[in-house]
């Protein structure tokens, strides 16, 4: 199995820009893919970023061109650079990571980003 821990999160204006990190407690040579997700009050969690091995990455439509995602492999971390935040972005975001062939399928204990209207 692998531990994530999440930093980062916090209350920031409208407009402002926060940077979330994720670190894993395992090689990223066993890591397939890392993402985010985040889960606002009263709705379902949904994915917002993923990057895999490869470098490819994908992203939710509310968040393109806003947010980008990154990985340094070296330090087995995942980072969410969040800019031109809305009230909306408002959620608990999570760290994950999947195996390889499902080897695992790790979250984060959430981090909360706050951006009041």
């Known amino acids: 199995q692998v531990q994530l821990e999440e930093s980062g999160g916090g209350l920031v204006k409208a407009g402002g820009s926060l940077r979330l990190s994720c670190a894993a407690s395992?090689?990223?040579?066993?890591?397939?893919?890392m993402g985010w997700y985040r889960q606002a009050p009263g709705k379902q969690r949904e994915v917002v970023a993923v990057?895999?091995?490869?470098?490819?990455?994908n992203y939710a439509d509310s968040v393109k061109g806003r947010f980008t995602i990154s990985r340094d492999n070296g330090k087995n971390t995942v980072y969410l650079q969040m800019n031109s935040l809305r009230p909306e972005d408002t959620a608990v975001y999570y760290c994950?990571?999947?195996?390889?062939?499902?080897?695992?399928?790790?979250w984060g204990q959430g981090t909360a980003v706050t951006v009041p209207s």
């Open positions: 990057i895999v091995s490869g470098g490819s990455t």
């Open positions: 395992r090689s990223a040579l066993v890591i397939n893919s």
């Open positions: 994950n990571a999947r195996g390889y062939k499902e080897a695992f399928n790790a």
